[in-house]
């Protein structure tokens, strides 16, 4: 019997509050280069979001009387 037959499937997707413990250094390391592409992903989101409230905002401000 081989050591990875003995481990559970990996997950394809990293969630907050999982087990570390079981993880390899290898598994660590992608799980972190993974958040750390879903943090860009979502800071680009939320960048464009206040970018269109404050075009929306000015231009609000300037219909009014």
């Keep these: 019997m081989d050591w990875d037959d003995t481990r559970p499937p990996l997950r394809s997707s990293a ?4 087990n ?3 993880l390899s250094v290898a ?5 972190i ?3 750390t592409a879903e943090i860009e992903r979502i ?3 939320l960048a464009r979001k ?3 409230e404050s075009a929306a905002e000015a231009l609000f401000r300037t219909a009014k009387p």
């Design 50 to 52: 206040r970018a269109h």
């Design 15 to 18: 969630s907050i509050g999982d």
């Design 20 to 22: 570390l413990e079981t």
């Design 27 to 31: 598994e660590l390391e992608e799980r």
């Design 43 to 45: 800071q680009a989101e």
């Design 33 to 35: 280069a993974a958040f």
